[in-house]
């Protein structure tokens, strides 16, 4: 492996100072000249006809200055399926739905309005689960499609769908097969900082937003389209991305709340801040799916899968966000994870009276792993093999395709499992006995960005200054992960500059090039992608004009030398004749040829250097940009196939647990994850990435769940919704990399954002089944469901405990 | 010349709405969070000997959090010299002077605490004119040079010189000659927008400055090298330049108040924000250097000049800022208005305890131009010559090379001269008889940038994106003289755009190429140089996209166009074969091949183009970067030799005065000005900036004088210090610009930010003269002067009214 300067090394992230000593500003720390506050109506009723909104007392409130609904305002479609309305018309499809707004002098004022609002509903039946949604004379929650056309059902339009190989073919093969349907909860993204947004309309009618998302670019556009919809065709919205705390997929999409303060900034002609409360982000921003998944997989005596049929249903809520493409996703454990040949997936989304969901870490990976490394167990504990050596006999391996066509490059899965095994003393751990159990978890995921969108591209652009410094433009959003962290070692790497002098410009579409998103697991991989290309562009143009130029001030460095040193005898070497580009380089600052001796006067210091092409006549400053698309396909979904990725991560995870089964408890005793990052850029943020994901993996599996009442989300706080604190995670956690050196990946490194939290619920409920011999099938794993699971395992047994 | 599609044409300002309508944000708006405000305790004495500064009180004052003196921060040396400092140790060498800051959380607290801030001083001698302090025994205001060596005058180091031809020679040939001696005053620059910064450190100790700058790139490496004083050697400053209320040169030199700033924003570790107040402004900003000029000329019997002598003294105050280089600009019509081959010119810069000076539009022109356009008058009396006649007789001339080595490229003077002869009907008003009478001047400037700094250049980049607009990053800093409106048309015009897709980012030295300010005229030259070649490289890139692309995409096109008409028979036209790169073009917005027939679908728009080549496979955004160092010289101050700008501005301006002879009152009938701007940008703005320039000339003639008492500026206000209004710009103006279409202007352009108010002041002193026979020779031209002139006239001629 290459030996770097900076990639693989500690470094302190450049936004870690500004951030712990709270001079990071987030979007609820800005404040614009004239700036008004916006606050939203939402429904009470799930589904229902709105018979009348009466706004007349908010609007005499002092200090008010607009009050708009739907009725008033020009009709803004917004979502992937283009279902749902910035305000809402004629009739409401869940309890959150937007149904006025209000802009205000100050926040309480605009509280105090949009509560001085009423709203005359005409309730209509409403559907809260997959099945009364599924029903042959369900109500249809919407009536038309989004082109128009009268629906006949409540199942979504957009569908997910792969089959290969023979699957009865695969069933003949079998000699042991297992079912089973396990389900995951809604859950909250729990971003530490809320969601919100300025919206600010300049005296040409363009727009600026200051907004939470990880989308900046398709934000635009969407906001562009939301400037057409109310009448300024061919007007530009500028997005600027303060800093965020967190994002986990709630940035994914542009939401309602932004096209209610631009139309509010447009009605009032200032600048209109939303931000949401604790409880408004817990009630009224979009959770994480839940879904139902069916799966069924079988082996031959030797342990050899030989079929997999997985069949998921995803709860879609009321409208359709990019969340509801996650079996895009579930799509790639579905058909690759481990080798089988004769595969189907099918994926369904339904709508209901529920809330609307949006994406999260993982983006269905999570799912689908549930479901399928419990079912992993249970055909291993079937064909009588050991689970870790099950998953040995399947592993993925390098250079394979995969069913779905997915080419893996390099697959360090085998090493991960190895790794946590050895970690978590397998062998032995594995026959506690009672109350005490271990279990284990693979996961794979997009590791070279993840094709959604037309373009998966990034672009970058380097300048260089007087003093040697680099300004960094990129369209990439650090939302807490450390994308600053590694963008600015990659640039010092790529470069051959120290990392403090790289300075990350802010997130803004208008001095930015473009970027599809920070999704996919792609930030790191694609900021360092686009480095390595424009910081190659920047040395090449240095090392030309270097031929020129580094004699020329080399014999200046010499001269001031000998004058201190008069008695020094240069080295026998030829300045003028070795100055060839090609036997340049830049490292750590400095310009030098690469064979010359050391001699203290033979380095270049870069911002002098710089300077001296800068000040000579027709002096030149240097810039250079790249634009990368990876090599990677949008797939084809009606026939769920295409690479999606330019390479994969691998990982797994296991952990140790000890069960109470008089409380029903559960306690982890120790953890291991291994995980494939192809290569290490940044210990310390990979690290604080790895344990955030899996302390966001342990609340997923044991403790978190929104819970909904006819529709209405009512644990709307961190009291009510519990996610895990260090008192939760105070156990050893053993953590390392596995490093492949991808030939796709930047340096090596792949992307590995989410794979964190994708195995480590199926390795807690693995390692409960070892414990106690009870299998928990839905999220999360509660002490009341293993006690009840207890009961259920005592009377099927009748053996008295 | 060249037909232009949007060049020449009216266009609103891009800034005009949001300042019309209070949505620009000025410093004084923008607010940090956390933010402190600045205040600074000035001297009370003009030179002194400080004993003792007690900031104890200030210190005990709730809500202050820091105060700072020399004595307890780092030394922080600036200006042109490097002769002054942020904060002063031992000794104040002018009245305003800077001893004490504080930081407090409202401004009106920090400006009680400053004021709680006393100062014991031991007073020294003080030298208020340029006549006590070339004295003999003169005090010396620096006992040192900046390199620490001992002084021995209170004359600057910094000189200026030119001699060329033989003098003594002219003076032989000479049948007449003139000798005068001409002063100017100190006035301020009246930026409506007062001076005002925010210093922020952020967590690594690298600073973000918002200042009221014209050079933020220069601003930087300034403030760059404060960090490396304060301890913060290799930090960074990023200055941001918020919507500037007028510059007019106020804003080239960095400013003791700004590293204020610094000093309390690292001191608390918060934002500090200092706003000068109008007071403030006056007092302690600097103003427009006075000065003093012996003029010598002398001609021969045709009226042709056979030699010009020119002795400038310049009373720089106590510190030396860019102003102080006003000779190198002075050095241009002295040696090269009108033809005369023996010229000596020689400038002296005189250290007093008078306030401090700084740059302010025309930057030494206006000063030598009063002194040289008065002489030409008078030697043309002598000479019994009109003086049009006369101005003429000597006129510059296309492709000269003048006598500092200046090379003309274009020269519409002599037609600016008979434009405005002729709109103000020269010949028949030039006799009207007394009280009555018309007058005058013109003028020479720099009007392809000026070098004063090693590199003179200015970058740009050019952003696409998928809607069509350009995102374009330039250093010019828009004061309010309407950079972005030519900036936007230069653009638009160069790729091919309709100027409202074009979108400026704001000025900021992280997002922005390098420029090296806004000075000199060269804003519109500059931005418009920088355009073309990006747009240049844009436009290439495009057209070799077309080749590929515009067929694919018109076939579509033709497919569309046929589905709605199905009779349709389509030219014969192969596009395929005609889609060769040269054979493009991009207009309007619109990709076209240049001989096409003019159907409706052989045209296609620009954000299709850049869709479709974004959204393919490996797909591609577009931008571009250019980097423009004009063909100019940095002359040789020594020798005053060197082509300092790559073409040259001329006008002419006339002026109809009445004067009432009781009371001396000067009242302008109409003026007329002609202006050689090589090729007219946008006519509203260019029109804006010369009807400005003109009310500050006539300000200069008539009103301007800062009031200095003992070294204190006591004129403070708008009511004490006069600038015209309406009221005093009453009369008709006609204003015609002469297009001379430059070989080295870009679309043909000259720069002519400055040469409105050059030539205003001796077209009207001529005027007057030609009313009532008496000569002014000192700035502002105030009826006391005229009635005391009129005295003196009456006294010598003997003869009564």
Redo the contacts between chains.
């Keep these: 492996m290459t030996d770097f300067q900076y990639i693989g090394k500690e470094h302190s992230r450049?936004?870690?100072?500004?951030?712990?000593?709270?001079?990071a500003?987030y979007i609820h720390?800005?404040?614009r000249?004239?700036m008004l506050f916006g606050k939203i109506k939402f429904s009470s009723q799930a589904h229902a006809k709105i018979k009348n909104i009466d706004v007349s007392r908010a609007e005499r409130l002092p200090g008010v200055r607009a009050v708009i609904t739907a009725y008033d305002t020009p009709e803004i479609r917004l979502g992937f399926m283009r279902d749902n309305y910035a305000l809402k018309k004629n009739k409401v499809r869940q309890y959150r739905d937007e149904i006025a707004a209000v802009a205000a002098i100050d926040p309480d004022i605009a509280a105090e309005a949009a509560e001085l609002i009423t709203v005359e509903y005409e309730p209509l039946p409403a559907l809260f689960s997959i099945e009364e949604a599924l029903a042959e004379n369900a109500i249809l929650i919407h009536e038309k499609d989004p082109q128009g056309r009268p629906r006949n059902s409540n199942v979504l339009t957009l569908k997910y769908f792969h089959q290969s190989g023979d699957l009865e073919q695969g069933r003949k093969q079998a000699h042991f097969m297992v079912d089973g349907v396990f389900s995951t909860p809604l859950i909250q993204q729990s971003c530490m900082g809320t969601a919100g947004c300025i919206a600010e309309f300049?005296?040409?009618n363009?727009l600026t937003m200051w907004a939470k998302t990880q989308i900046p670019f398709l934000a635009?556009?969407d906001f562009?389209r939301a400037l057409s919809d109310i009448g300024l065709q061919?007007k530009?919205t500028?997005v600027i991305v303060p800093t965020l705390g967190g994002g986990f997929g709630s940035g994914l999409d542009t939401h309602c709340y932004e096209y209610i303060a631009i139309l509010l900034a447009y009605r009032t002609?200032q600048p209109v801040k939303i931000v949401y409360t604790r409880d408004e982000e817990f009630a009224y921003l979009s959770p994480r799916q839940s879904s139902r998944t069916k799966i069924s997989q079988g082996c031959n005596r030797d342990g050899k899968l030989t079929f997999r049929r997985i069949e998921v249903f995803q709860d879609n809520g009321a409208y359709t966000s990019w969340g509801a493409t996650y079996p895009s996703v579930m799509m790639i454990p579905a058909t690759s994870l481990y080798r089988v040949k004769n595969v189907s997936f099918q994926a369904k989304l339904i709508y209901t009276n529920n809330t609307y969901c949006q994406a999260m870490r993982g983006y269905g990976n999570p799912e689908l792993n549930w479901a399928l490394e419990n079912n992993m167990d249970e055909l291993a504990e079937q064909a009588g093999i050991d689970p870790l050596e099950f998953r040995l006999i399947n592993c993925n391996q390098p250079h394979e395709i995969t069913p779905m066509g997915l080419k893996v490059s390099s697959c360090g899965l085998k090493e991960c499992l190895e790794n946590v095994a050895s970690n978590l003393d397998w062998k032995k751990k594995r026959s506690l006995g009672k109350r005490r159990g271990v279990g284990v978890a693979s996961l794979m995921h997009v590791g070279g960005s993840g094709r959604i969108y037309?373009?998966d591209?990034s672009?970058m652009?380097l300048?260089l200054?007087?003093?040697g410094?680099v300004?960094v433009?990129h369209g990439g959003v650090e939302m807490g992960q450390g994308l600053h962290s590694v963008l600015s070692l990659g640039v010092a790497e790529a470069l051959g500059v120290p990392p403090?002098?790289v300075?990350i410009?802010?997130t803004?579409?208008?001095?930015c090039?473009?970027d599809v998103g920070t999704h996919a697991s792609r930030g790191a991989f694609m900021a360092c992608q686009t480095a390595i290309l424009a910081a190659h562009k920047l040395r090449q143009k240095i090392f030309a004009l270097a031929e020129e130029t580094f004699p020329r001030e080399i014999e200046k460095s010499l001269k001031k030398f000998r004058k201190k040193n008069p008695d020094y005898i240069p080295p026998d070497f030829d300045v003028a004749t070795a100055a060839i580009r090609d036997r340049f380089e830049l490292r750590d600052g400095f310009i030098f040829i690469k064979d010359a001796p050391s001699e203290p006067w033979l380095r270049l210091e870069l911002g002098r250097f710089l300077r001296a092409i800068?000040?000579q006549?027709?002096?030149?400053?240097l810039?250079a940009?790249s634009?990368y698309?990876p090599?990677n396909e949008l797939p084809d979904f009606d026939k769920g196939f295409g690479n999606i990725s330019a390479t994969y991560a691998y990982g797994a995870q296991a952990a140790e647990v000890e069960v109470d089964l008089e409380t029903g408890d559960i306690n982890i005793i120790r953890m291991a994850a291994a995980h494939d990052v192809g290569k290490v850029l940044n210990p310390q943020t990979l690290k604080g990435q790895m344990y955030g994901a899996l302390a966001q993996g342990i609340g997923y599996t044991l403790y978190e769940e929104l819970k909904s009442e006819q529709g209405r989300i009512i644990n709307t706080n961190f009291r009510d919704y519990k996610i895990p604190t260090i008192a939760e995670m105070n156990f050893p956690i053993t953590l390392e990399f596995i490093e492949t050196d991808d030939q796709f990946g930047p340096f090596g490194a792949k992307g590995v954002g989410e794979p964190g939290l994708v195995p480590t619920a199926p390795a807690i409920a693995n390692a409960i089944y070892n414990a106690i011999g009870v299998r928990i099938r839905d999220l999360p794993i509660t002490p009341e469901k293993i006690l009840d699971a207890l009961k259920k395992q005592r009377s099927m047994s009748q053996e008295p405990e």
């Design positions: 450049p936004d870690g100072a500004d951030k712990a000593t709270g001079k500003h720390d800005l404040k000249p004239g300049d005296g040409n363009n635009q556009r562009n061919g530009n500028r002609g037309r373009s591209a672009g652009i300048k200054d007087d003093f410094n300004n433009y403090t002098k300075f410009n802010p803004d579409t208008g001095t090039p473009w800068h000040f006549s027709q002096g030149q400053m810039s940009e634009f698309d090599p």
